[in-house]
């Protein structure tokens, strides 16, 4: 059983559209952070939030950390193909020392 | 900085042999973590460390894994004796942890193993 899920699981759109990736969980995160992760590579850090309600906006990409720190929104504006890759939420156990847990991961594809 | 390093990069090893992977954490930092990766189950945490000290190894999938941390600076994850069904891609990471606002990890490149 995951701790965290992912939907969807994949997404191909073309290029220009908008997307919305979701990250749920019914455990409360002291944070929760968005990774993305390219062919033959390891995941690499986008953004963390920490506050509940918190929007944090990286150009075209904007993140939400649910109210109840429980979920997570990702969404793209006018998606390109260098978008493309693996993205992960991870949520992060303070409490426990410093354990992330991974989400299921959404694979998108952006077609020029 | 150098990153995680971890060796080896590609691995294809025949069913019942010992396989070791090893990892190179970001200097300074004080937790590593030990990730396995495949298409049917995503992103698992096999063990992770804090200080040296192992604190988490309920991903460990069985007795036939194994994993070290003799100091800061190095760690590896044995298999013995490997099984098909381990084939993966193993990632090492490694973070400092700074509160629930400055906790980043950092990944190696991974290690690509295949059990034939």
């Known amino acids: 059983t995951q701790l965290l899920e992912q939907s969807p699981q994949f997404l191909s759109i073309q290029e220009g559209e908008n997307l919305t990736v979701y990250c749920n969980s019914s455990?409360?995160?002291?944070?929760l952070q968005w990774y993305r992760q390219e062919p033959g590579e390891g995941p690499v850090l986008l953004v963390t939030?920490?506050?509940?309600?918190e929007v944090k906006k990286l150009k075209r990409l904007t993140f939400q950390f649910g109210d109840a720190r429980k979920d997570s929104s990702l969404h793209i504006t006018a998606a390109q193909p260098g978008d493309t890759g693996l993205y992960l939420c991870?949520?992060?156990?303070?409490?426990?020392?410093?354990?992330?847990?991974f989400g299921t991961g959404t694979s998108l594809t952006v077609i020029p | 900085d150098a990153g995680v390093i971890q060796s080896p990069r590609h691995e294809v090893t025949e069913m019942g042999q010992e396989v070791t992977l090893r990892c190179k954490p970001i200097?300074?930092?004080?937790?590593l973590f030990w990730y396995r990766q495949t298409m049917m189950r995503g992103l698992e945490l096999l063990i992770y460390?804090?200080?040296?000290?192992?604190?988490?190894d309920s991903g460990m999938p069985e007795d036939r894994f194994s994993a070290k941390m003799p100091n800061a600076s190095f760690s590896t994850l044995k298999i013995q004796p490997s099984e098909p069904r381990d084939s993966a891609v193993y990632f090492c990471?490694?973070?400092?942890?700074?509160?629930?606002?400055?906790?980043?990890?950092?990944f190696g490149e991974g290690s690509w193993l295949t059990v034939v």
């Open positions: 990471a490694s973070s400092l942890s700074q509160g629930p606002s400055g906790n980043t990890i950092y």
């Open positions: 455990s409360v995160f002291s944070s």
């Open positions: 939030v920490v506050t509940g309600g």
């Open positions: 991870a949520g992060i156990f303070l409490n426990t020392g410093n354990q992330f847990y």
């Open positions: 200097s300074g930092h004080n937790s």
């Open positions: 460390f804090n200080n040296n000290v192992p604190i988490d």
